[in-house]
């Protein structure tokens, strides 16, 4: 069974086997997350989201969070009506997906799962943006915001407040991608505390990253990061980025599971 719904108003309902759900969304932002979220999606799920944007505008996804059954749960994303023609990705894994920007003025996700394994899902907030524009790409938690014209060309310049170092990129510029979609050349930076190393880190997902990274981390470190789950989940680390000296600097993982230890 699936329900439609008009507006802004959000339907789903569900039916055995199968469990369809449809949601009509519309701007100017709003938030789009898998069914269940963040307890774990139902199997055989067949869930479409559409959200619509006027003439001359287009829609920004941003995930803040992302954990789908590896290759056999998937949300397809399409540039248009969730029609195969305009398959955008096919989004899968533990990975935090990077943010899409629509050409066309609909944007639609489908997540579709198969009959075992669940995982957390997904959550994505949106927002309806004019068709030159890449959107506020986000405050930085302790440091600050240089530039308020979010148009092609423009530039936004971040730095951290004193006692914290700036990770990633400083300056972030509007570009023009694809067709006429405009997009960040890079991500959000973060600023993390001078002496930060190691840590103990809780909830649905986050960032670990060497000190100074991406730059050099230093001589004699020794970190430690703790990451603790509820009892019963379990933790996916991905890596995305390896650089160490070999043979004398090393990272070692364990878990507190036997046999756990690399
Ligand atoms: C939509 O944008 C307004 C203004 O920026 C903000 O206050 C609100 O929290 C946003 N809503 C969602 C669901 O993101
Ligand atoms: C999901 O639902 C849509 C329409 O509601 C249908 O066209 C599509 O075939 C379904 N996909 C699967 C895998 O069941």
């Known amino acids: 069974i699936s329900s439609k719904s008009s507006g802004r108003t959000d339907l789903c309902s569900f039916s055995f086997p199968g469990q369809n759900c449809t949601f009509q969304l519309q701007g100017p932002n709003g938030t789009v997350e898998s069914p269940g979220f963040p307890y774990g999606y139902p199997n055989y799920a067949n869930c479409t ?104 060309g423009d530039k936004v310049r971040y730095s951290c407040n004193p006692g914290f170092f700036l990770e990633g990129h400083a300056v972030l510029t509007c570009h023009a991608g694809s067709e006429n979609s405009a997009t960040w050349d890079f991500p959000l930076p973060s600023c993390r505390a001078d002496d930060a190393c190691g840590g103990t880190l809780r909830g649905q997902s986050g960032i670990i990253s060497s000190p100074h990274f991406p730059s050099e981390y230093h001589n004699n470190a020794d970190c430690t990061w703790t990451i603790l789950a509820e009892l019963g989940d379990t933790i996916a680390l991905v890596f995305i980025d390896f650089q160490l000296e070999d043979g004398y600097d090393f990272l070692e993982v364990t878990g507190t599971e036997g046999s756990s230890l690399w």
């Not at 023609?85 to 990077?98: D, S």
């Not at 899409?100 to 994505?124: K, W």
């Not at 309806?128 to 979010?150: A, E, K």
């Open 49 to 152: 989201w559409t959200i619509t944007a006027e003439d001359q505008h287009r829609i920004q996804l941003v995930f803040q969070s992302f954990a789908l059954e590896e290759d056999f749960d998937v949300l397809s994303v399409f540039d248009g009506p969730p029609q195969p023609e305009n398959l955008r990705t096919r989004l899968t894994g533990f990975q935090l997906p990077a943010t899409i920007v629509s050409v066309a003025t609909t944007l639609s996700l489908r997540l579709i799962s198969d009959y075992a394994v669940s995982a957390q899902g997904f959550h994505a907030s949106y927002e309806v943006l004019p068709s030159h524009t890449c959107g506020n790409p986000g405050r930085l938690p302790n440091g600050i915001q240089q530039g308020s014209t979010f148009n092609l």
